[in-house]
């Protein structure tokens, strides 16, 4: 069943070409930000529920040079949507996940 129902997204994510934008409440995206700016819930509602649970996460080091970078970019704009906190401050000799997290108000 949860095959059937993400496999037409998948087609359509594959389809899309280097120039396509997505329209999001935000505004058009190149098609890569708006897959990593996707790609920040599920890493970061990970990293939220092993805290709650008392676990520590180490998120993938790719996964989080990429999320880096689009946070980065973004800045202001994600607590703007009002999905997250605002960014805390953080050592830029913190490690990537780290500064990741601080950026969209998490502590470590």
Same mark, same amino acid.
């Given at each position: #069943?949860?095959?059937?129902?993400?496999?037409?997204?998948?087609?359509? !994510?594959?389809?899309?070409? *280097?120039?396509?934008?997505? *329209?999001? %409440?935000?505004?058009?995206?190149?098609?890569?930000?708006?897959?990593?700016?996707? #790609? !920040?819930? %599920?890493?970061?509602?990970?990293?939220?529920?092993?805290?709650?649970?008392?676990?520590?996460?180490?998120?993938?080091?790719?996964? !989080?040079?990429?999320?880096?970078?689009?946070?980065?970019?973004?800045?202001?704009?994600? +607590?703007?949507?009002? #999905?997250?906190?605002?960014?805390? %401050?953080?050592?830029?000799?913190?490690? %990537?996940?780290?500064?990741?997290? +601080?950026?969209?108000?998490?502590?470590?």
């Amino acid at each position: #069943m949860l095959r059937q129902a993400v496999e037409p997204l998948l087609r359509r !994510v594959a389809a899309l070409g *280097p120039a396509a934008t997505v *329209p999001t %409440p935000q505004g058009a995206l190149p098609a890569d930000a708006f897959l990593t700016t996707a #790609m !920040v819930e %599920p890493a970061v509602h990970a990293w939220d529920l092993a805290t709650a649970t008392g676990q520590t996460l180490d998120l993938d080091g790719g996964v !989080v040079a990429a999320l880096l970078d689009e946070a980065e970019r973004i800045g202001d704009g994600l +607590a703007a949507t009002g #999905m997250y906190a605002a960014a805390l %401050p953080v050592d830029h000799a913190a490690r %990537p996940q780290e500064r990741l997290l +601080a950026l969209l108000g998490r502590t470590r």
